[in-house]
Structure formats: structure tokens, C-alpha cells
């Protein structure tokens, strides 16, 4: 359910963009959602198709980059991409990391008509 409140936010941040750009029409946004964002994509298609029906965002397209997480042992300095989620380190076996990506949640672009 918190994708509600990350989705009124993700609109807003969209209306103001294209309000900026003196957009009439919102046809296509980009997402960068990292696997550790805790957000669905799906739900977050859900929510911005109801959230935007009768604006210059209706029917706008979703796509989304989804990078990999990335993670470094704070004990030997290993970086590495765990495997569903394992975050043990395959060179020391020690689980104390700094995860490095993975948690991003953004607009990377937009595409409008003016």
C-alpha cells in the first residue's frame, strides 16, 4: 500500500517537470526502481494510471530500469552482486556490507509533447 504514497509523489514530481517544460501531453516516463526500493512496479502502473486518468499524464507509458544491487564487504572490500539477495560475501563469508546500488527510486527522463 505504500506505493500510493510513493506514486502521489512520483505525479507530483511529474506535473511539475512538465509544467516547467510547458508540456500540453505526458506520453512516456522513465523509472529507475532498484530491486531494494521495496516498490512494485506493477502497483506503481496501477496508481499512476488512476492518479493521472483526465490529465495531460493520461495514458502516459511507464518504463523502468531496474539496476542490479551491488553491495561491499566492509571486511575485505569486495564488491559484488548478491544472489537473490545472499548477502554473504563469496570472498570472506562475512555478511557486514555497504550496499552501493539497488535502493535508487527516480524519474530518469520524460517524454512530452510541447
Do not use: W
Not at 15 to 30: G, L
Not at 38 to 54: I, N, P, Q, R
Not at 55 to 74: D, E, H, N, W, Y
Not at 97 to 105: N, Q
Amino acid at each position: 500500500m505504500h506505493e500510493l504514497a510513493v506514486v502521489e509523489a512520483l505525479v507530483a514530481n511529474v506535473f511539475e517537470k512538465a509544467e516547467e517544460a510547458h508540456a500540453k501531453k505526458i506520453n512516456r516516463v522513465y523509472l529507475v526502481v532498484g530491486e531494494l526500493s521495496g516498490v512494485l512496479t506493477d502497483a506503481v502502473e496501477f496508481y499512476f494510471a488512476f492518479l493521472t486518468k483526465d490529465s495531460i499524464a493520461a495514458g502516459a507509458s511507464l518504463f523502468f530500469v531496474k539496476p542490479p544491487t551491488q553491495v561491499k564487504c566492509r571486511n575485505c572490500g569486495t564488491v559484488y552482486n548478491p544472489e537473490n539477495l545472499n548477502l554473504t560475501c563469496p570472498n570472506c563469508k562475512e555478511k557486514k556490507v555497504e550496499i552501493l546500488s539497488g535502493r535508487e527510486l527516480y524519474i530518469e527522463s520524460m517524454e512530452v509533447d510541447e
